[in-house]
Each structure stands twice: as structure tokens, then as C-alpha cells.
């Protein structure tokens, strides 16, 4: 792969697409914007398409499987402590606090209200 960031885009499998925009708008403060029905109901992260960095939709799926730590996404973020406070007021759950990783900063690790394990990274 040439690309320094290969991932180019994620799906997160939700089964109330209203209610799972309203989580993760609330815990990043940020708008979702949804995509044309001919798609399947789904909502897009906010993006530059000449980014860097990665995005994804959230995508309602009848067939959500609740099995957390398949896949974990990380999102940015200037410090993991400004989401984590806003995770459980927004219906999710705290799997791990705040950690160093070394070199690398901080990882948090959640559950958002389908079960899906997501990752925060932060340099402080």
C-alpha cells in the first residue's frame, strides 16, 4: 500500500439509525449527514474529501450483533476525557478509561448503544 493512512472508510452497523446519530453527535459534537435512501439508511461523519484521515457512516442493519471488540474503530481526538464524559449521558458505556500507550498518547474504549466497541486516541 502507498497510502500512509490505508483505511479510506468504515461502517458502523447500528440498529436505530436516529437514535445512533443522536449518541454520536452528542458524545463528539458534531452533525451527521444522511445519505440518499437509495443507499440504505445511513448517515456520513463529517469529511474533506481531499482528508488525510479516514470516514465512515453509521448504517441501519436489521441483523446488528451486539458481540463487542470485532472491529474497533479509533477516532481523534485533541483529549480522550472530553468524550468520555459525554459517553454514558449519551446511553453508551465505558470499557476502558483513559490509558497511556507509550510513545503512541492515550486510547478510551466505549460501547455505543448497539454494542459496537469505538476507540478514542489522543496525543495528551
Given at each position: 500500500?502507498?497510502?500512509?493512512?490505508?483505511?479510506?472508510?468504515?461502517?458502523?452497523?447500528?440498529?436505530?439509525?436516529?437514535?445512533?446519530?443522536?449518541?454520536?453527535?452528542?458524545?463528539?459534537?458534531?452533525?451527521?449527514?444522511?445519505?440518499?435512501?437509495?443507499?440504505?439508511?445511513?448517515?456520513?461523519?463529517?469529511?474533506?474529501?481531499?482528508?488525510?484521515?479516514?470516514?465512515?457512516?453509521?448504517?441501519?442493519?436489521?441483523?446488528?450483533?451486539?458481540?463487542?471488540?470485532?472491529?474497533?474503530?479509533?477516532?481523534?481526538?485533541?483529549d480522550c476525557?472530553?468524550?468520555?464524559?459525554?459517553?454514558?449521558?449519551?446511553?453508551?458505556?465505558?470499557?476502558?478509561?483513559?490509558?497511556?500507550?507509550?510513545?503512541?498518547?492515550?486510547?478510551?474504549?466505549?460501547?455505543?448503544?448497539?454494542g459496537n466497541?469505538i476507540g478514542?486516541?489522543?496525543?495528551?
Open positions: 500500500m502507498k497510502n500512509l493512512n490505508p483505511v479510506c472508510w468504515f461502517d458502523i452497523n447500528v440498529s436505530n439509525l436516529e437514535k445512533s446519530k443522536l449518541f454520536y453527535e452528542t458524545v463528539f459534537g458534531i452533525k451527521l449527514t444522511d445519505l440518499p435512501i437509495e443507499w440504505g439508511k445511513q448517515s456520513t461523519f463529517p469529511f474533506n474529501e481531499d482528508g488525510a484521515n479516514a470516514t465512515g457512516a453509521l448504517v441501519e442493519s436489521q441483523n446488528v450483533s451486539t458481540q463487542a471488540g470485532n472491529t474497533v474503530i479509533y477516532f481523534s481526538s485533541e476525557i472530553t468524550e468520555e464524559v459525554r459517553i454514558e449521558k449519551a446511553g453508551g458505556k465505558i470499557i476502558k478509561n483513559k490509558m497511556a500507550i507509550g510513545q503512541f498518547g492515550f486510547i478510551s474504549l466505549f460501547q455505543d448503544l448497539d466497541t478514542l486516541h489522543s496525543r495528551k
